[in-house]
């Protein structure tokens, strides 16, 4: 597998879900990594994004709710996402930061009550 999330599923407004980004390692290892979405009718965008050394950076819409992590020895990507809101509703991805492989089929995430 190159890239594959998972992960989503339905959740109430206030609540959290963790994704998961499976990645080949020649892609994982020393790659920046990001976690980007596209709601429907709208472009997809980055969300958050950790560089091979571990610094991240969020879109203000999700800091403080939001932690991206990754496990190098799993070559594998998380987001932990907190106080999920209606409008994080969206398909969610996992890519390289900047983008640099196909995007998979991504995994939804709907928050609604």
């Known amino acids: 597998v190159q890239l594959q999330a998972s992960g989503g599923g339905l959740v109430q407004p206030g609540g959290s879900l963790r994704l998961s980004c499976a990645a080949s390692?020649?892609?994982?290892?020393?790659?920046?990594m990001g976690w980007y979405r596209q709601a429907p009718g709208k472009q997809r965008e980055s969300v958050a994004r950790?560089?091979?050394?571990?610094?991240?950076n969020y879109a203000e819409s999700v800091k403080g709710r939001f932690t991206i992590s990754r496990d190098i020895a799993k070559n594998t990507m998380y987001l932990q996402m907190n106080r999920l809101k209606p409008e994080d509703t969206a398909v969610y991805y996992c890519?390289?930061?900047?983008?640099?492989?196909?995007w998979g089929q991504g995994t939804q995430v709907t928050v609604s009550s």
């Open positions: 390692r020649s892609i994982f290892i020393g790659s920046n």
């Open positions: 950790i560089t091979s050394g571990a610094n991240t």
């Open positions: 890519n390289t930061w900047p983008p640099n492989y196909s």
